[in-house]
């Protein structure tokens, strides 16, 4: 948890870089297309209320709308790029 501690700051920033200037829309976008969050340790899962976060805050997203693509980036991932060897352990 210290890795994501000391880079904080710079997630954020690149969430909301992703949403204002380049219009992502989606978590999916912004993990997978706009950053490399996706990447990381445990897929950028353990991110995505950093996601939720900053959005509510800063993005004017609901609640509604974070847990809706916090869902969607969730079976995105276990679907399409989380390795099955991943999934069954």
């Not at 000391?6 to 950053?35: G, M």
């Not at 509510?56 to 609901?62: E, L």
């Not at 969730?74 to 099955?84: G, H």
């Amino acid at each position: 948890m210290l890795e994501l501690a000391q880079q904080h700051s710079d997630i954020k920033a690149q969430i909301l870089y992703a949403v204002k200037a380049e219009f992502a829309q989606t978590f999916v976008d912004i993990a997978r297309r706009r950053t490399v969050l996706a990447m990381r340790r445990n897929y950028g899962l353990d991110l995505l209320p950093i996601f939720s976060d900053v959005l509510q805050k800063y993005g004017d997203w609901s609640q509604e709308d974070c847990d809706r693509a916090r869902e969607d980036y969730s079976i995105y991932m276990k679907e399409n790029c989380i390795p099955d060897f991943e999934l069954s352990s």
